[in-house]
């Protein structure tokens, strides 16, 4: 199995009250260090750990981005 998962760089919670225009959206994240070791306690072994920042309602946002997979380790 595949795991693909995203989440912010900093800790973070928050509400868009009208996100896409349409109804408030809840949003909650640790920091990507945290996210990471989640993951590695899960059992997931990382594939793939990048940070892309982009541009997003005229800031500058950072991503973690992570493609893991069920670990194969006994």
Known sequence: AV????????PWT???EAWLDVA???????DAS???SLAISAGLDVLVA?????IEDDKEVSFLWV????????
């Open 34 to 36: 945290t996210s990471l």
């Open 24 to 30: 408030p959206m809840y949003w909650s994240h640790w």
């Open 14 to 16: 928050g509400i868009d």
């Open 50 to 54: 990048e940070i892309e920042t982009t």
């Open 3 to 10: 795991v693909n998962m995203a989440g912010g760089v900093e």
């Open 67 to 74: 493609i893991a997979r069920k670990s194969t380790a006994g």
